[in-house]
Nanobody, 124 residues
Framework: QVQLVESGGGLVQAGGSLRLSCAASVRTFSNNIMAWFRQAPGKEREFVAGISWYGRTTLYGDSVKGRFTISRDNAKNMVYLQMNSLKPEDTGVYYC?????????????????WGQGIQVTVSS
């Protein structure tokens, strides 16, 4: 069963922090690139961050560099997104995604598995 389940979203004031978690089934997690995307109302889904299987390589979208950190715990089949210094423009639905590859890429169509998404709202 392919499954990705996000948690940890909610409402936070600008400047605050949130930590998103994604629980993955073994099939979607093992040896896969894991990533976070987000989609704001009326906008296209955009790449936020990605991480390699061993966690040695990460990639971030320009708008979140220096504020967000992606990590993974392979023993627990979990991936995390620590979000600091949040801004109202970070508001959106955040999705966990997985890709059967050794390379992190930013294209939405490159990812085979998706979670249902979780809302993050940053108030000004």
């Amino acid at each position: 069963q392919v499954q990705l389940v996000e948690s940890g979203g909610g409402l936070v004031q600008a400047g605050g922090s949130l930590r998103l978690s994604c629980a993955a089934s073994v099939r979607t997690f093992s040896n896969n690139i894991m990533a976070w995307f987000r989609q704001a109302p009326g906008k296209e889904r955009e790449f936020v961050a990605g991480i390699s299987w061993y966690g040695r390589t990460t990639l971030y979208g320009d708008s979140v560099k220096g504020r967000f950190t992606i990590s993974r715990d392979n023993a627990k089949n979990m991936v995390y997104l620590q979000m600091n210094s949040l801004k109202p423009e970070d508001t959106g639905v955040y999705y966990c995604a997985a890709r059967s590859s050794l390379r992190i890429v930013a294209g939405v169509s490159e990812y085979e598995y998706w979670g249902q998404g979780i809302q993050v709202t940053v108030s000004s």
